[in-house]
């Protein structure tokens, strides 16, 4: 064995040993209560986030297909905060940005189609396709929409983000003008991201927080805004997550998830630290019809075949749902 192999052998070691302990630590903690296991998940949620560099931080989810200018869920939920501010007076503008972001979405599938992208290199292949297909920046519509929004008078909303990652909606929100009428505040578990949030937006509120105990008081937001989030958690973390979201909303909730399938139950996969489960539609409608009054679910692939003919959305994952409070 040479001295490769016994680094390799010595790393699966680690490795196992790793996933045991949490394994047995999950186990134990189930056994002492909620507060054990919601403690314990906390912790492994911020160790699963700690290793990754800022500047790593400050760049994932904002390239790629889930660049918030093409994505049809950041997008949609862009648009929701617009219709509440101002009612459906944008709804021409609404939808030539969704041609827009769907025209992106097939010209960024044909240029990795082009590059000749084989399985297991589909994320290298989208980054390189975005370049090439955002060559022009692909900022039309946030001037467009500052155009509009600057000098608008309408209601203002009081707009909650749990798990706000570096900005990553956050950013698009302050560049088209939406944000000059929302009282906004973020927050996320991972220190890192919250300090490039406020690096790059210093005036903005930002800061630390766990959406499995929401530091706000019930009802004291108009909406809560959530993304990618639901599917990291652990079912009994999920269910609190989705109560506590419910708890401090005053009209609703607007959550995008990225691994949602028609299926009778949650499959739930649990990695070293966190987990990668698939929600099932039916089960989350539910747990959110338990605080909630209705739920709008939007199969997002489905909604850009019916409404803009696109064939294959990147992610036949990805529901948006729409919860009114
Ligand atoms: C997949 S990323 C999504 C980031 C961002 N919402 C987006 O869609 O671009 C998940 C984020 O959730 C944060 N996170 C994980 N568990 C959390 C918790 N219990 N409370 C708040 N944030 C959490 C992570 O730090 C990370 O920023």
Redesign the pocket.
């Known amino acids: 064995m040479d001295r490769g192999d016994m680094s390799r052998n010595v790393r699966a070691i680690r490795h196992r040993a790793a996933r045991w302990a949490v394994r047995a630590g999950r186990a134990a903690s189930r056994r002492l209560g909620p507060r054990a296991e919601f403690g314990l998940e906390?912790a492994l949620?911020k160790r699963s986030?700690r290793h990754l560099e800022p500047a790593r931080l400050q760049k994932y989810?904002v390239a790629g297909y889930q660049s918030p200018l093409i994505n049809l869920q950041s997008i949609l939920a862009r648009h929701h905060l617009v219709n509440q501010i101002a009612g459906d007076r944008f709804k021409d503008l609404e939808r030539s940005e969704l041609e827009f972001a769907v025209a992106r979405n097939r010209q960024m599938r044909a240029e990795q189609k082009r590059l000749g992208a084989k399985a297991g290199q589909r994320d290298k292949s989208a980054k390189e396709a975005f370049a090439t297909v955002m060559a022009d920046g692909g900022t039309i519509f946030m001037d467009r929409w500052r155009a509009e929004l600057t000098g608008l008078t309408g209601n203002r909303i009081s707009v909650l983000e749990?798990?706000?990652?570096s900005a990553?909606?956050y950013r698009y929100m302050a560049q088209c003008g939406l944000i000059d009428h929302l009282d906004y505040r973020g927050?996320?578990?991972?220190a890192a991201?919250v300090s490039n949030a406020v690096d790059a937006f210093p005036g903005a509120d930002f800061r630390l927080?766990?959406?499995?105990d929401i530091d706000a008081a019930d009802a004291s937001f108009d909406w809560v805004v959530v993304?990618?989030?639901f599917e990291?958690l652990s079912p009994a973390a999920c269910e609190r997550a989705i109560s506590e979201v419910c708890r401090v909303s005053r009209s609703g909730v607007l959550v995008s998830f990225f691994h949602m399938a028609d299926i009778p139950d949650h499959i739930v996969t649990p990695l070293r630290s966190y987990y990668r489960n698939r929600l099932s539609l039916d089960r989350t409608r539910e747990a959110f019809l338990t605080h909630c009054r209705s739920v709008d679910a939007i199969h997002i692939s489905r909604f850009a075949a019916d409404e803009f003919g696109l064939k294959r959305y990147y992610n036949s994952l990805a529901y948006t749902f729409i919860v009114q409070k």
């Open positions: 906390r949620l986030w989810l749990p798990a706000c990652g990553n909606d927050f996320d578990l991972t991201n927080g766990d959406a499995l993304h990618d989030l990291h």
